[in-house]
Every structure is written in C-alpha cells, then in structure tokens.
C-alpha cells in the first residue's frame, strides 16, 4: 500500500486474476480500479467483464481503467 500526503491516495495491489480478491481488497473510499491485462511479465489474465460486473454492482461510480500495452494493438 502507498500514500502520499501531497495528493492523500492509497494504492493497493492485488492479483487481478482472483476476483475475490480483488472484491476483498475494495474499501468504501475505492474510486478506481487499474487492471493489466495481461500482466507483464507473467502473462496472468484478468476477466475483465467479470471485474466490471462485480466493481458496478458495488459502486457504479467507480472508474475502471485496463491497460493492454503488453497486448498487440490487432486484439
């Protein structure tokens, strides 16, 4: 976990392959959720829709963000 006091933000990492874990590690200040997929360097993939789903059922405020820079532009 990091925080800074200049922009008061926590970041938490967590395996984004395991959506319980992800749903475990939300807190009632989550604004956004940063996914990679898939992961570099291990190539774990996350189910996006599935995130989505669970993320809008519990707030559908929150910002979801997915990075796939280690995917080919073509998918």
Do not use: Q, W
């Not at 925080?3 to 989550?30: G, H, L, Q, R």
């Not at 956004?32 to 996006?48: A, G, M, V």
């Not at 995130?51 to 963000?65: H, T």
Request: proline share 7%; hydrophobic share 35%.
């Amino acid at each position: 976990m990091y925080c800074t006091d200049k922009f008061k933000y926590e970041v938490s990492f967590v395996d984004m392959s395991d959506i319980k874990e992800i749903e475990k590690a939300m807190k009632p200040n989550t604004r956004l959720f940063h996914i990679e997929t898939p992961t570099n360097p291990t190539l774990k993939l996350s189910d996006i829709a599935g995130i989505v789903k669970m993320v809008r059922k519990k707030d559908p405020k929150i910002l979801i963000c997915a990075d796939n820079t280690f995917a080919t532009p073509y998918l």
